[in-house]
Nanobody, 120 residues
Framework: QVQLVESGGGLVQAGGSLRLSCVAS??????MDWFRQAPGKEREFVAA????????YYADSVKGRFTISRDNAKNTVYLQMNSLKPEDTAVYYC???????????????WGQGTQVTVSS
């Protein structure tokens, strides 16, 4: 059974940092992504990383502040979030798949989400 389990969310003041983790079980994945969904908004792409880490892509809104990484020995992907802003408040989801994509529709495997709240 394939599972993705996120952790690391919480409440932080603007300018602070959080590190999200997503542990995959049941299989390995070529591509692992982070998406987020704020209240009343559609789920949006945040960051993606390939198996080797040689291909990484960020949404413009987080570029320079967030860093995605992965540890294949632990089947885990991370999202280091620095200089957090109130507009980063959302539920953050891990997604995993075989093909490189920035679209939610391309991913069949999702975690349950972890809440990130940034206070001003």
């Amino acid at each position: 059974q394939v599972q993705l389990v996120e952790s690391g969310g919480g409440l932080v003041q603007a300018g602070g940092s959080l590190r999200l983790s997503c542990v995959a079980s049941g299989r390995t994945f070529n591509v692992m992504d982070w998406f987020r969904q704020a209240p009343g908004k559609e789920r949006e792409f945040v960051a993606a990383i390939s198996w080797s880490g040689g291909r990484i892509y960020y949404a413009d809104s987080v570029k320079g502040r967030f860093t995605i990484s992965r540890d294949n020995a632990k089947n885990t992907v991370y999202l280091q979030m620095n200089s957090l802003k109130p507009e980063d408040t959302a539920v953050y989801y891990c997604a995993a798949g075989s093909r490189w994509s920035l679209e939610t529709s391309e991913y069949n495997y999702w975690g349950q989400g972890t809440q990130v709240t940034v206070s001003s």
